[in-house]
Nanobody, 117 residues
Framework: QVQLVESGGGLVQAGGSLRLSCAVS????????MGWYRQVPGKQRELVAR???????NYADSVKDRFTCSRDNAKKTVYLEMNNLKPEDTAVYYC???????????WGRGTLVTVSS
């Protein structure tokens, strides 16, 4: 079984920081492009950040210069460092993986981030 397990969510005040982690198991990590998405009830899930197998990143304009996505291949873990959080960042954050060879995708179950004002 391929599993993606997010952690690190919680309640934080505006201006604060959180680091989300996504631990991957059950597959070869080096075959995966990774991403972070977020979703608010009633809204579509949106891409927050992507990181390729080679470490290339890109970000949604709304989080650029505040969030940083990285990966630790030895730990088979992807991180999302979130700084200067805003109330509009409140969402369930989901980890996504895509096997670049097979095209198969996987989702974690999400971790809730709540930013208070």
């Amino acid at each position: 079984q391929v599993q993606l397990v997010e952690s690190g969510g919680g309640l934080v005040q505006a201006g604060g920081s959180l680091r989300l982690s996504c631990a991957v198991s059950g597959t070869i990590f080096s075959t995966l492009d990774m991403g972070w998405y977020r979703q608010v009830p009633g809204k579509q899930r949106e891409l927050v950040a992507r990181i390729t197998r080679g470490g290339t990143t890109n970000y949604a304009d709304s989080v650029k210069d505040r969030f940083t996505c990285s990966r630790d291949n030895a730990k088979k873990t992807v991180y999302l460092e979130m700084n200067n959080l805003k109330p509009e960042d409140t969402a369930v954050y989901y980890c996504n993986a895509r096997n670049v060879f097979s095209g198969t995708g996987y989702w974690g179950r999400g971790t809730l981030v709540t930013v208070s004002s």
